[in-house]
T-cell receptor, first 116, second 114 residues
């Protein structure tokens, strides 16, 4: 597809379970970003990848959260021992070059995670 | 501590009239500001931005004004159209190495009535 694709669109999991959220960026985009939008809030930065490496993971809330991008394309956000407070929409964005969060960056539709 | 604030959760205007969405920020290090539009079940879409060296940026029906001394910006939509109905997020960043890290407000739901 032409845009950023995130799967699944919706995920319901039980408290304590492990989940993986996938992001397929736009082809050729080297920069990839994860944000999280909790109910009633704006998106919050989680992590930024440049190529295969996590250039900035300062937004990850704790060590239950981890993200990878092994081949510099698809990224997976992994959450261990999920808690109800992890319930949110997880947004992925990509851009052709670093740090172009303007006309050059595009968001996916998000994955709505619900922890019950 | 909310560094970017959108104090109006919602706004309703008539088609053809002006929509004014407001945003305040507290961090004086922010020097680049963006507005995003978000429809339900879609990701945010970039709308317009402004650098702190300017006080106005215009793109078609959309104009953003920046008042640095007041740490305030606003988005004007003229004329408003029903298709503009969406949640609008204000976001801010610091230029330089971390300008990918946006700080968003909570958003304002704009409803344009036909």
């Amino acid at each position: 597809g032409a845009g950023v694709s995130q799967t699944p669109s919706n995920k319901v999991t039980e408290k304590g379970k492990y989940v993986e959220l996938r992001c397929d960026p736009i082809s050729g985009h080297t920069a990839l970003y994860w944000y999280r939008q909790s109910l009633g809030q704006g998106p919050e930065f989680l992590i930024y990848f440049q190529g295969t490496g996590a250039a900035d993971d300062s937004g990850l809330p704790n060590d239950r959260f981890f993200a990878v991008r092994p081949e510099g394309s698809v990224s997976t956000l992994k959450i261990q021992r999920t808690e109800r407070g992890d319930s949110a929409v997880y947004l992925c964005a990509s851009s052709k070059h670093r740090a172009a969060m303007n006309t050059e960056a595009f968001f996916g539709q998000g994955t709505r995670l619900t922890v019950v | 501590d909310q560094q970017v604030k959108q104090n109006s959760p919602s706004l309703s205007v008539q088609e053809g009239r002006i929509s004014i969405l407001n945003c305040d920020y507290t961090n004086s290090m922010f020097d680049y500001f963006l507005w995003y539009k978000k429809y339900p079940a879609e990701g945010p879409t970039f709308l317009i931005s402004i650098s702190s060296i300017k006080d106005k940026n215009e793109d078609g029906r959309f104009t953003v004004f920046l008042n640095k001394s007041a740490k305030h910006l606003s988005l004007h939509i003229v004329p408003s159209q029903p298709g503009d109905s969406a949640v609008y997020f204000c976001a801010a960043s610091k230029s330089g190495g971390s300008n990918y890290k946006l700080t968003f407000g909570k958003g304002t739901l704009l409803t344009v009535n036909p």
